[in-house]
């Protein structure tokens, strides 16, 4: 009996989940390949790698702000001898280093660079070494003149292959005694592969990478996933941003890419590109998982009640039966005493059965034996 209850209800169960697996299956199967859907997917995986890094340059901005409000920071350009004030900024930028790296202004990228420049562009002193001391940084990145004459915080990109510079950086003008802007402390952060890794990762999980507009020729400075963001991939992408219009499009493979401006980094005209690939049939089976990890539990709950209901049911049977073989035997005087829902009820109009035909009175059945 317990292996028919089971072969049934687990029959049954098995059926039901193997039916909702591949009509669910069928179901998803248009969806996840649906071009339309992968381009949301996408430009909702550039926009949050976008609001990432521009909150990213937000905290860095106000980070910097603070310390070249300093009077660490003020004391530099307030030496008399250049020689002084350089090795004074190379001092100060490497404590200041060392402070960005346990501040969570950083926790998105560590600080690498920080720099200081005169009012004319020209660097004092960076952390770590004497690189960048007398060059004219103003000349390299426009933006730091900017910052200069306006005299305010804030975010640029500093890209160069032939100076091999790829950052992120923030502005913090330093102001002497009189109010006017004698300098700027540069702080820049590493806009590599393995940022736009880890961003990926905590975001949206799609291929990222930055794309320049104004580059001679498309390609990505940095990606999350080698080998994605290619340069025919990328060419529409930075043709249509070029043009005024939506950065989008689909390559042979269905995979889609889409993307936006880089917001908050000053003058440099970047995109944050994001690609997103079909899904295969293999994640569709990944995402409904969890309705055969479902019907499997079934069936071990099958086996359980099977086994659990077929000796709830079994067992007083073959009570009454040992029972019955004995009376067959010549035991007359055994009468059943069985205490079971469905089942106590059949042996008392047994009991009572017997004692009729036997022409036994009611009242003896109490000193009878019982099986």
Same mark, same amino acid.
């Given at each position: 009996?317990?292996?028919?209850?089971?072969?049934?209800?687990?029959?049954?169960?098995?059926?039901?989940?193997?039916?909702?697996?591949?009509?669910? %299956? &069928?179901?998803?199967?248009?969806?996840?390949?649906?071009?339309?859907?992968?381009?949301?997917?996408?430009?909702?995986?550039?926009?949050?790698?976008?609001? &990432?890094?521009?909150?990213?340059?937000?905290?860095?901005?106000?980070?910097?702000?603070?310390?070249?409000?300093?009077?660490?920071?003020?004391?530099?350009?307030?030496?008399?001898?250049? =020689?002084?004030?350089?090795?004074?900024?190379?001092?100060?930028?490497?404590?200041?280093?060392?402070? @960005?790296?346990?501040?969570?202004?950083?926790?998105?990228?560590? @600080?690498?660079?920080?720099?200081?420049?005169?009012? $004319?562009?020209?660097? /004092?002193?960076?952390?770590?070494?004497?690189?960048?001391?007398?060059?004219?940084?103003?000349?390299?990145?426009?933006?730091?003149?900017?910052? /200069?004459?306006? #005299? %305010? @915080?804030?975010?640029?990109?500093?890209?160069?292959? =032939?100076?091999?510079?790829?950052?992120?950086?923030?502005?913090?003008?330093?102001?002497?005694?009189?109010?006017?802007?004698?300098?700027?402390?540069?702080?820049?952060?590493?806009?590599?592969?393995?940022?736009? !890794?880890?961003?990926?990762?905590? =975001?949206?999980?799609? =291929?990222?990478?930055?794309?320049?507009?104004?580059?001679?020729?498309?390609?990505?400075?940095?990606?999350?996933?080698?080998?994605?963001?290619?340069?025919?991939?990328?060419?529409?992408?930075?043709?249509?941003?070029? #043009?005024?219009?939506?950065?989008?499009?689909?390559?042979?493979?269905?995979?889609?890419?889409?993307? %936006?401006?880089?917001?908050?980094?000053?003058?440099?005209? @970047?995109?944050?590109?994001?690609?997103?690939?079909?899904?295969?049939? $293999?994640?569709?089976?990944?995402?409904?998982?969890?309705? /055969?990890?479902?019907?499997?539990?079934?069936?071990?709950?099958?086996?359980?009640?099977?086994?659990?209901? #077929?000796?709830?049911?079994?067992?007083?049977?073959?009570?009454?039966?040992?029972?019955?073989?004995?009376?067959?035997?010549?035991?007359?005087?055994? !009468?059943?005493?069985?205490?079971? $829902?469905?089942?106590?009820?059949?042996?008392?109009?047994?009991?009572?059965?017997?004692?009729?035909?036997?022409?036994?009175?009611? #009242?003896?059945?109490?000193?009878?034996? %019982?099986?």
């Amino acid at each position: 009996m317990r292996a028919k209850i089971i072969w049934v209800n687990g029959g049954i169960m098995a059926t039901v989940t193997l039916l909702t697996f591949f009509l669910v %299956r &069928s179901s998803l199967a248009p969806l996840l390949n649906d071009s339309a859907e992968i381009a949301k997917a996408a430009s909702r995986a550039a926009q949050a790698a976008q609001v &990432s890094l521009s909150l990213d340059a937000s905290r860095a901005e106000r980070w910097v702000a603070e310390q070249a409000a300093s009077e660490e920071v003020s004391l530099i350009y307030s030496a008399g001898l250049e =020689t002084a004030r350089q090795e004074r900024a190379m001092t100060t930028a490497n404590r200041l280093k060392d402070a @960005a790296q346990h501040d969570p202004a950083f926790s998105g990228a560590p @600080a690498s660079l920080v720099l200081f420049v005169n009012a $004319d562009g020209i660097g /004092l002193g960076r952390n770590g070494s004497t690189l960048m001391r007398g060059e004219n940084m103003g000349a390299a990145y426009p933006g730091l003149l900017k910052a /200069l004459s306006t #005299g %305010r @915080a804030a975010s640029d990109l500093w890209i160069s292959q =032939t100076r091999q510079e790829q950052f992120a950086v923030a502005y913090g003008p330093v102001r002497g005694q009189d109010g006017q802007v004698v300098g700027v402390l540069v702080v820049g952060t590493p806009l590599n592969d393995e940022r736009l !890794r880890a961003i990926s990762d905590v =975001t949206s999980g799609a =291929t990222l990478g930055i794309a320049l507009v104004d580059a001679p020729a498309p390609g990505a400075i940095a990606v999350s996933t080698p080998g994605i963001l290619g340069p025919t991939a990328l060419e529409p992408v930075v043709a249509a941003a070029r #043009g005024g219009g939506a950065g989008t499009s689909q390559g042979a493979d269905g995979r889609v890419y889409v993307g %936006r401006p880089l917001l908050g980094y000053g003058d440099q005209k @970047a995109l944050v590109v994001a690609s997103v690939a079909p899904r295969s049939a $293999d994640s569709a089976d990944a995402v409904l998982g969890p309705v /055969l990890l479902s019907g499997a539990l079934g069936l071990v709950l099958v086996v359980i009640g099977g086994i659990l209901l #077929g000796n709830y049911i079994s067992r007083p049977v073959a009570e009454i039966e040992e029972g019955l073989l004995l009376l067959i035997n010549g035991h007359r005087d055994l !009468r059943f005493d069985l205490e079971h $829902d469905e089942l106590g009820g059949l042996t008392s109009r047994i009991n009572a059965l017997l004692n009729a035909l036997l022409e036994v009175d009611e #009242g003896s059945e109490d000193d009878a034996p %019982r099986p």
